[in-house]
């Protein structure tokens, strides 16, 4: 069966909204690059909610030459939103009806996994259904010091269990934490 990985940025004070405001550390330095395009590589499609859709269209979409924009714009993105009707980023699937039960299915469909970017609503279900997989914490080393309840990873009523497969440090200090959802 096909995993969900989510990949989400967060600061050591818990944050992850806005990442593109953060101080830079270079998360997508040559090293990070290589990362994330290996991540890509091993799977076969993307997965996000609306905010994250709308974040990253615009910019991925007017990217190209390199693996891994290219790999982004060329896998199959599926969008859960019930209003998004019109997508412009080539090879984006809105998924309106049923989430739980559609992604269910597409894990089990034939295939590699399934790499899912930005944490909130969806990532919640996610995890409250048993369906998400693994979570790859990439660790920016400061503290942020404005984040609100909603810029947190944290929220009332989500748990879950993960155990620690793996770790890398990257050398702008960013530490990516690999962690396997425990049943």
Known sequence: MRKIINSTYITLDG???NPQDWPS???????GRVVQTELLERCDAVLMGRHTYDL??????ASSGDALS???NALPKYVVSSTLTNPRWNNTIVIDDDPIGALTALKQEPGADIVQYGFGPLSRALMAEGLLDELR????P?????GTPDDLIYRTGTSGAFTLAGSEALPNGIVILTLAATP
């Open 15 to 17: 944050v992850i909204q």
């Open 25 to 31: 550390l270079g998360g997508f330095d040559d090293a």
């Open 56 to 61: 990253f269209a615009p910019v991925w979409s």
């Open 70 to 72: 290219d790999r982004m």
């Open 137 to 140: 914490l990439w660790v920016h």
């Open 142 to 146: 400061f503290i942020l010091g404005t």
